[in-house]
């Protein structure tokens, strides 16, 4: 059964950084592309950043240059760090694995 758990949420202000965590299991993760989306209050869920297999990554336009997007294949953990964080981004931040298994949603809040 393929699984994802996300972890890393929490309170932040303005400005400030946030490393979330994935971390999979019941497939071949590092055959596997990983990607991070996101729902705000009252909005559609939106893709935020994707990492493949070979470590290609791509990034939605509103968060390009303050995300980053890793991988661990050893722990089978996919990583969203966040820095200079804006109120926009507040959201529940789900991962999701290739066979479109979603996380549980872990949620990050940024203060003004």
């Known amino acids: 059964q393929v699984r994802a758990v996300e972890s890393g949420g929490g309170l932040v202000q303005a400005g400030g950084s946030l490393r979330l965590s994935c971390t999979a299991s019941g497939f071949n993760f590092s055959r596997n592309y990983m990607a991070w989306h996101r729902q705000a209050p009252g909005r559609q869920r939106e893709f935020v950043a994707v990492?493949?297999?070979?470590?290609?990554?791509k990034y939605a336009d509103s968060v390009k240059g303050r995300f980053t997007i890793s991988r661990d294949n050893t722990k089978n953990t996919a990583y969203l760090q966040m820095s200079g964080l804006k109120p926009e981004d507040t959201a529940v931040y789900y991962c999701k694995t290739a066979s479109n298994t979603w996380g549980q949603g872990t949620r990050v809040t940024v203060s003004s």
């Open positions: 990492i493949h297999e070979g470590g290609n990554t």
